[in-house]
T-cell receptor, first 113, second 117 residues
Framework: GDSVTQMEGPVTLSEEAFLTINCTYTATGYPSLFWYVQYPGEGLQLLLKATKADDKGSNKGFEATYRKETTSFHLEKGSVQVSDSAVYFCALRSWNQGGKLIFGQGTELSVKP | DAGVIQSPRHEVTEMGQEVTLRCKPISGHDYLFWYRQTMMRGLELLIYFNNNVPIDDSGMPEDRFSAKMPNASFSTLKIQPSEPRDSAVYFC???????????????FGEGSRLTVL
């Protein structure tokens, strides 16, 4: 079945460092791809999304490009801030499977001043 | 819009007791999802509904768990009897495929933290 694999955390960076969190997927058809963020003690919020190949999603300085040839949707940010410390989840929504949203295992990011 | 509303936010109960978690999705949304989050297993999809009909309940751990959606504005997740290993944060989420550029996005509630002693 469809699945999402993320790089394991925790990831610890200094403020203003460059961030990459890798995400690859396995899916039939043409899923939509998402990055969600969860701050401590809160629910999940959509960070960005892409609905077709070569789309780039972006929000709050974060970007990810839907790469069908490599089945990837890596999250990047050029300069992280302490406030970016959270858990990041890559996810796909498979319309071939009734609209189910499938999450990766999450990657914890800790940004130090 | 008020967003997805879950209740209770926190529940502490004893093993063997019945637990009912409630969710009010965003008005007009036609999909509703129940997820469970633990440190060990991460986010697990338990069940989801489309137009109030259960589509996939393969993630429901066992017969002690049941979920209903009697109408478009309300869903419950029930655990009877509860066990300590059910302790987790339970999230409800809703979505719509009709809302333009936001189609496909899930909107999450703030979760119900369940502790079973």
């Amino acid at each position: 079945g469809d699945s999402v694999t993320q790089m394991e955390g925790p990831v610890t960076l200094s403020e203003e460092a460059f961030l990459t969190i890798n995400c690859t997927y396995t899916a039939t058809g043409y899923p939509s791809l998402f990055w969600y963020v969860q701050y401590p003690g809160e629910g999940l919020q959509l960070l960005l999304k892409a609905t077709k190949a070569d789309d780039k999603g972006s929000n709050k300085g974060f970007e990810a490009t839907y790469r069908k040839e490599t089945t990837s949707f890596h999250l990047e940010k050029g300069s992280v801030q302490v406030s970016d410390s959270a858990v990041y989840f890559c996810a796909l929504r498979s319309w071939n499977q009734g609209g189910k949203l499938i999450f990766g295992q999450g990657t914890e990011l800790s940004v130090k001043p | 819009d008020a967003g997805v509303i879950q209740s209770p936010r926190h529940e502490v109960t004893e093993m063997g007791q019945e637990v009912t978690l409630r969710c009010k999705p965003i008005s007009g949304h036609d999909y509703l999802f129940w997820y469970r989050q633990t440190m060990m297993r991460g986010l697990e999809l338990l069940i989801y509904f489309n137009n109030n009909v259960p589509i996939d309940d393969s993630g429901m751990p066992e017969d002690r768990f049941s979920a209903k959606m009697p109408n478009a504005s309300f869903s419950t997740l029930k655990i009877q009897p509860s066990e300590p290993r059910d302790s987790a944060v339970y999230f409800c989420a809703s979505s719509s495929v009709q809302q333009g550029s936001r189609a496909g996005e899930l909107f999450f509630g703030e979760g119900s933290r369940l502790t079973v002693l």
